[in-house]
């Protein structure tokens, strides 16, 4: 039987929000939110926060979750994963759970989990339809086109494709576009070998690390959801969950 375990990853040294999974939430840490809300997930396994700070950890004690302390390295949460999917072979697959989403739904961790049960699956991640300009036009929000087996083909800051001979306030009402929900899951293998890849010229250009792994030829399958998640990036993004 396919074991799955999620992981959170968590940081104490963001450059843009110093401390942020000790935040308090509405009387609970933001690391406490996020993990409250996985372990309520069907068909995971075991859920862990992968941290490399002793503060994040203790918190992690007193709420009563479950830890692996790893690298101050890591250059990313898909690395930090990856060290306690090493440490942790037992399991097949991995979940990438975003730390800084307090309200993480559940059913989309169990969505992108059933993208799985394709043994052919490597990589997946959840995508989202666009239905404003002002999402289709912000380039702080990744585009994504797939196929028809619904895999990744691209993803853009830019967005993508370009319709030609149509004004671009008819964009989003001629083509069916959408967004990508950053949550990943990873075979446990698959997952080992992209910590062994450098860094790709398409990720460097676009700063999205998920083009490496297109780039060296790997596919990311795609589930559509049509729930919304916030993050929290940056002290003023805390205004949005009191709202």
Not at 38 to 58: C, F, H, M, Y
Not at 107 to 131: P, R
Not at 154 to 175: A, G, L, M, V
Not at 222 to 243: F, G, M, Q, R, W
């Amino acid at each position: 039987m396919t074991k799955i375990i999620g992981i959170i990853p968590a940081r104490y040294a963001s450059t843009r929000f110093p401390g942020k999974p000790l935040v308090d939430i509405h009387g609970k840490t933001m690391i406490q939110r996020v993990y409250e809300q996985s372990i309520q997930t069907k068909g995971l396994a075991n859920v862990v926060i992968a941290t490399d700070d002793e503060r994040i950890a203790e918190e992690v004690t007193n709420f009563g979750g479950k830890y692996v302390m790893t690298s101050s390295t890591h250059q990313s949460g898909t690395d930090r994963c990856a060290e306690v999917a090493e440490k942790m072979p037992e399991y097949d697959i991995v979940i990438n759970i975003q730390g800084d989403e307090p309200y993480i739904s559940p059913e989309q961790i169990e969505l992108l989990s059933t993208c799985f049960e394709d043994k052919n699956t490597q990589l997946a991640t959840l995508i989202k339809e666009i239905h404003t300009d002002e999402e289709l036009f912000n380039v702080n929000i990744p585009k994504v086109v797939i196929n028809s087996r619904q895999e990744a083909l691209y993803f853009s800051r830019q967005t993508i494709p370009f319709i030609r001979n149509e004004e671009k306030e008819n964009w989003s009402k001629s083509h069916q576009f959408y967004k990508h929900i950053g949550i990943y899951g990873y075979r446990r293998d698959i997952l080992l070998a992209l910590t062994k890849l450098q860094p790709s010229s398409l990720e460097l250009t676009e700063s999205l690390e998920q083009l490496r792994w297109l780039e060296n030829g790997f596919t990311i399958k795609t589930k559509v959801t049509n729930l919304e998640t916030i993050a929290i990036d940056t002290p003023e993004d805390l205004k949005k969950i009191s709202k």
